[in-house]
């Protein structure tokens, strides 16, 4: 599951509404859960947190119906602009690519 192999896939709906920089760290949040083997299905949700401090930004990662739910710090220090908004990102694994789309929340 999530094979590093896989072709990954940004959504042009999470390109216009999350920066570039926390998109990849998003995708390497995925890979550091791959290599801890902490990833236990697919997809996952992230949701971002309202807070934030001048060099980190925080991610609630959320798997099986956010049963099992991890918060995570990332280093980021650019514009928080895109935070407050109750922004879900889902990571899914398909068969020939990992897609990352908002969640349909985000589209209502």
């Keep these: 599951m999530f094979e590093p192999t896989k072709k990954r896939q940004t959504a042009d709906e999470v390109k216009a509404r999350v920066p ?3 998109i ?3 995708w390497q949040t995925l890979s550091d859960f791959r290599q801890q083997k902490k990833i236990i ?6 949701a971002f947190s309202d807070d934030h401090d001048a060099d ?3 991610v609630l990662v959320m798997q099986e119906n956010g049963d099992i739910a991890e918060e995570v710090t990332l280093a980021y220090n650019g514009p928080v602009d895109f935070l407050g908004q109750g922004t879900i990102v889902i990571i899914s694994d398909k068969k020939k690519a ?3 789309t908002l969640s349909t929340l985000n589209k209502e």
């Design 41 to 46: 299905s697919s997809p996952l949700a992230i």
């Design 98 to 100: 990992i897609r990352m």
């Design 56 to 58: 980190n930004i925080y």
């Design 24 to 26: 990849n760290l998003l």
């Design 20 to 22: 570039a920089a926390v």
